[in-house]
């Protein structure tokens, strides 16, 4: 098992039984309490868990967003099929000259296909999307400042909000914490509130969701999965969660991985 995957388990382990000890877990993956500690030390850094003396524990609460870092290993390659998949289907409705990307590590897989269709504009409050298009010459790139969130990696706050509120673009692609009951939901009311005002200047809006958003919970209520023009997910999706989302009333695409 690579480091990554065994964080990976880890980070579900204290997530489901509130604590892991350090013993244990080198007992049960054949390695070093050395190797545990720095695995916990990677989790602790990026907010997933709380390490303590004997080996880590849940933070006080499920409700918070995992640092981007983190995110960003997780689910890779339906991620990567989600984003290939929600391209598609913006080009084919040729809405792909201005483009939002909010904070979502998913639609960060949009960013290479994006850079090979120049010439747009993009417009992002997450600090890789911005960095990732600064050099791109054929890429007019719109900041939407604000607070700097540095476990996010993004710009939020009222500010953020009230710059939104000045743009138009042909498309936003947007993540969310959790899906359920027909609508979408993030822990931060104030995230909950941007993601809220990247949507009301779209025309349209794509949804992007894997697997895992279906069985998380969160408490602040970004809009209804019905405001958005499709909702795109992989194949891993539970066939319930999918007939949930078609008896919303929006547009389902099911993203297939591609294999080599």
Not at 212 to 234: C, P
Request: glycine share 4%; with cysteine; hydrophobic share 45%.
């Amino acid at each position: 098992m690579s480091s990554l995957d065994r964080r990976h388990v880890i980070a579900e382990r204290v997530r489901a039984q509130g604590s892991v000890r350090i013993d244990a877990l080198a007992e049960e993956f054949g390695v070093s309490a050395m190797t545990i500690h720095r695995d916990l030390d990677h989790l602790h850094s990026r907010g997933v868990l709380r390490k303590v003396r004997s080996g880590a524990e849940a933070r006080p609460s499920e409700a918070f967003e995992h640092h981007h870092a983190y995110r960003a290993d997780l689910n890779v390659p339906q991620k990567r099929a989600i984003a290939a998949a929600a391209l598609r289907w913006a080009a084919d409705r040729g809405a792909l000259q201005a483009v939002a990307l909010d904070d979502s590590t998913t639609a960060l897989h949009l960013v290479p296909a994006l850079k090979e269709r120049g010439p747009l504009t993009v417009v992002s409050n997450f600090l890789p999307v911005l960095t990732a298009f600064a050099t791109e010459p054929e890429v007019r790139l719109t900041a939407v400042g604000g607070e700097f969130v540095p476990e996010f990696a993004s710009f939020g706050g009222s500010s953020a909000v009230a710059a939104l509120a000045d743009l138009h673009y042909d498309v936003v692609f947007m993540s969310v914490t959790a899906v359920s009951d027909g609508a979408c939901f993030h822990p931060s009311r104030a995230t909950a509130d941007l993601k809220r005002a990247f949507l009301r200047s779209a025309e349209l809006r794509v949804l992007l969701a894997d697997h895992t958003k279906f069985t998380r919970r969160a408490v602040h209520r970004i809009g209804n999965l019905a405001e958005f023009d499709v909702v795109v997910v992989d194949a891993e999706t539970d066939p319930a969660d999918v007939d949930a989302v078609r008896a919303a009333g929006v547009e389902l695409v099911v993203a297939e991985e591609a294999h080599p």
